[in-house]
């Protein structure tokens, strides 16, 4: 039946195509599910399900921690890629999922390594000291703000 990371991989993504594309789990469960322990789902979850695969991942740590797993769709060129990237983030955006996006368009080549730690920075909470939901969405536009200024070319936007 393969590995137990291609069995929690599978199940993963066949709950992802009963929930219509996003999912939400307990990550204690799931592991206590396949009987191993939670880092390996965490493996899983950070080698199987990236951004670049088509996946976004959110996870909450703590006392009743939880998994969000995303399918994105995107086969496209580096400018469509960004582009529905733009779309993911929509109207707001929680920290952890703005710094897992940099981190992956830093991955795929689309963001420099110095593009990356002034994002980090200006998008991380304590620059951003106004109060929920407000503090999302600002980070929401200025992240889509970023990209989009990473999309143009020849002096011309492209957004």
């Known amino acids: 039946m393969g590995s137990l990371v291609e069995q929690i991989e599978n199940y993963i993504k066949r709950l992802l195509n009963q929930s219509n594309g996003q999912l939400r789990l307990q990550r204690n469960e799931l592991a206590d599910l396949f009987n191993c322990v939670p880092s390996q789902i965490n493996y899983v979850l950070k080698t199987r399900f990236t951004l670049e ?3 976004l991942v959110e996870s909450q740590r703590g006392g009743g921690g939880f998994i969000e797993v ?70 929401a536009k200025l992240l889509r703000a970023a990209l989009g200024a990473v999309m143009k070319s020849d002096g011309e936007e492209k957004l």
């Open 53 to 55: 695969g088509g996946y």
């Open 70 to 139: 995303s399918k994105l769709i995107f086969d496209h060129p580096e400018e469509d890629f960004l582009y529905t990237v733009i779309d993911i983030i929509g109207d707001e955006i929680s920290q952890q999922k703005a710094f897992n996006l940099i981190q992956n368009l830093e991955e795929k080549g689309i963001l420099t390594e110095r593009e990356c730690a002034i994002l980090l920075s200006l998008l991380h909470r304590r620059n951003l000291s106004i109060q929920l939901p407000y503090r999302d969405y600002l980070r």
